[in-house]
């Protein structure tokens, strides 16, 4: 049988983007909890920038297995991840952390409460700086509270947590579980309540503080043993391998070693009693329950053990298995690592790295159908995979900034002339939101980066279109963020130099007025570019603007207008000098509107959107259908990536 791993690989092309694309987090910490929090959103397709101290970096890149100078398990944990190096005790360092912090989506740092206020880079100040971010705080004993200012190691949240007081052998000295369980426990926590403040921003569009401790994590997984004490008053103490409540549940002894077996429910220990030959203790009074075999285990494991110690584990293991009782070997980590059932599903994944080669790691166990985790290569080199062109500019973003009672909205991706990405609509939509919750903003202004103001979206995210739903839901996406645009309670002025085409047509349409400089240019040239089609709201817009006619120029003969056209055709209130006196143009025109009565204004936008969507037929889905299901939309995908003119043939 084939390997399933291509999971994560040709067949995850194929699928959908993964859940956390367009996500960008500022990991910043050592070793353990939060870098593997970090881990967890790489492989959801987060953007996860590590920040590291110049010279060392993560204190995780000294840990053996060590390969020229690399270390293998650091490779590992920070798969996927990039990586840039900043002083954050210099002036310049915090400075270009805090142009960083501005822009992300998530901050996750493990480091001592009160560290980052030290460096001048408060939690608090970071959340006011940029009302979206979600600063996630793992610590071990939290930001407040008596142990605050302790310092935490796995082993030392361990011990106090009570997780050495129940593991070893009952009455022995105390041992630690093999795994770091608290950094990991707190990682995961941490993980789960960041997605979930992620989700909370998609509905207020605010950020908040995640604070997450290790002490915490580590308590909160004595589910059994706090229903115990709680209920009884009794302190749960170690058991070796057995349940606390019930049994047998345990590891018992065979001829050649241990194993494991788990026969706690009336049926399974039936089964186990016929398997071992032992139907005479089924139905002694001493078992006659799970709790009361776990309340007489003294006297029951030396029964089983008088059987089970004549034959080897896989003797008993076949038997037990062929009458259904859950049981298992006691494996080393050797042969975990080679287990057929993991790499048939494809669990294990090879990473490369510039000085570790191919590097064997651990996968994923969240296993989502549509939008599977994404590994990347093995964990960067120091400032490695990150541009410095990219501090202080939103690379594929939308940047927001008040300029008092005016939002200003910049579409930044200057080198791609600010083609959209599907990650910069959606940001759009979430601004939108929040802007439409802050009743201190009066006016919109939106403006592109560089030479343009939107050049259509990004043609390389069609190139995986190939059925009907991706078809509609990304029309009715396109609907549902120019709608929120439209339906914004505040005018919105586009401030246009160079082109708005495409989909930058379309924002542009959404908006109250436009106004341009001599460069602005204005079209949809899908005609002769993709061969894809408009949905009937966007071209309701442009008619709505320019009159049916025009419309039918504009797509018919696929070419751009200029500003002296626009401006003839209704699409421009103006033409500013010169290419420089666009913005100023643009921020007085706000603060003008903006010193209007603003119900005034909310309500003529209104009652247009009201007129406009009476004019709207019912349903335009079976042309959205025809336009990008067809071999032409295919073709027209293909050659615009490959610079070559499309050879059209009418299905």
């Not at 053996?64 to 991840?81: C, I, Q, T, Y």
């Not at 229903?227 to 345990?250: D, N």
């Not at 490369?352 to 964990?379: D, E, I, K, M, N």
């Not at 400032?383 to 910049?410: C, H, K, M, Q, Y």
Request: aromatic share 6%; proline share 5%; glycine share 10%.
């Amino acid at each position: 049988m084939a390997r399933r791993s291509d999971r994560y690989g040709a067949l995850g092309e194929l699928l959908m983007a993964p859940p956390l694309e367009g996500i960008r987090v500022l990991e910043f910490g050592n070793y353990m909890a939060g870098p593997f929090c970090g881990l967890q959103l790489a492989d959801l397709g987060a953007d996860v920038v590590k920040i590291e101290e110049p010279g060392a970096g993560d204190l995780a890149r000294g840990m053996p297995p060590m390969v020229d100078g690399e270390s293998g398990n650091f490779a590992r944990l920070n798969r996927g991840k990039r990586s840039v190096a900043l002083d954050l005790k210099s002036a310049e360092g915090r400075d270009v952390f805090l142009r960083l912090a501005r822009r992300a989506d998530v901050i996750v740092e493990n480091l001592r409460p009160g560290t980052m206020r030290d460096l001048g880079l408060a939690p608090e100040d970071l959340l006011r700086e940029n009302g979206r971010l979600v600063y996630a705080a793992i610590s071990g004993w939290g930001q407040d509270g008596p142990y605050a200012d302790r310092p935490a190691l796995d082993i030392i949240v361990q011990a106090m947590s009570g997780l050495m007081s129940i593991t070893g052998e009952e009455g022995g000295a105390p041992v630690k579980v093999g795994v770091s369980i608290a950094d990991l426990s707190a990682a995961l926590y941490g993980t789960i309540a960041i997605l979930a403040a992620l989700r909370a921003r998609d509905r207020d569009g605010r950020g908040q503080l995640v604070d997450v401790s290790m002490f915490e994590s580590a308590v909160a997984l004595a589910v059994w043993e706090a229903g115990e004490h709680f209920t009884t008053g009794e302190i749960p103490r170690a058991a070796g391998s057995a349940h606390k409540l019930v049994g047998p549940y345990q590891a018992v002894r065979a001829s050649d070693g241990h194993f494991v077996v788990g026969a706690s429910t009336p049926r399974n220990w039936a089964a186990f009693c016929a398997s071992l030959g032992l139907e005479r203790i089924e139905h002694d009074a001493r078992f006659a329950d799970a709790a009361l075999r776990r309340r007489n285990i003294r006297d029951l494991i030396p029964l089983i053990e008088a059987v089970t110690a004549t034959k080897p584990a896989a003797h008993w293991l076949q038997r037990l298995r062929a009458a259904g009782v859950p049981c298992g070997e006691i494996r080393d980590y050797g042969e975990v690592l080679s287990d057929p059932h993991l790499a048939e599903r494809g669990f294990f994944v090879d990473l490369s790295h510039p000085t570790l080669g191919t590097t064997r790691a651990l996968g994923s166990p969240l296993r989502l159908g549509r939008t599977p985790p994404r590994f990347g290569r093995a964990g960067p080199l120091l400032g490695e995979g990150f541009a410095p062109s990219e501090v202080g500019v939103n690379d594929g973003a939308v940047r927001f900034e008040r300029r008092g009672e005016i939002a200003w909205l910049t579409f930044d991706r200057p080198a791609a002339r600010n083609a959209m990405t599907f990650a910069m609509y959606e940001r759009l939509a979430e601004l939108c939101a929040e802007i439409d919750a802050d009743p201190s903003v009066r006016a919109v202004v939106l403006t592109g980066a560089g030479e343009a103001f939107v050049a259509g979206t990004d043609i390389s995210q069609f190139r995986d279109f190939t059925t009907e739903r991706q078809a509609l839901e990304y029309e009715e996406t396109m609907d549902r963020i120019l709608g929120g645009l439209e339906s914004l309670r505040v005018p919105t002025i586009a401030a246009i130099r160079g082109p708005a085409v495409g989909g930058g047509a379309a924002i542009a349409a959404a908006c109250d007025l436009r106004i341009g400089s001599p460069s602005a240019r204005f079209g949809v040239p899908v005609a002769r570019t993709l061969g894809n089609c408009l949905s009937t709201n966007n071209v309701l817009r442009l008619a709505a603007l320019v009159g049916p006619a025009r419309v039918k120029e504009i797509l018919f003969t696929a070419r751009l207008l200029d500003a002296n056209e626009m401006r003839a055709a209704g699409l421009l209130a103006e033409i500013t000098e010169s290419e420089e006196a666009l913005p100023h143009r643009a921020e007085e025109l706000a603060r003008q509107i903006a010193s209007y009565a603003p119900l005034t204004l909310r309500a003529t936008k209104e009652q247009l959107r009201r007129i406009r969507e009476r004019m709207r037929p019912e349903d335009g889905s079976d042309l959205v259908l025809m336009c990008y299901m067809s071999a032409d939309f295919r073709e027209g995908v293909r050659a615009f990536m490959e610079k070559r003119k499309p050879v059209w043939r009418g299905e």
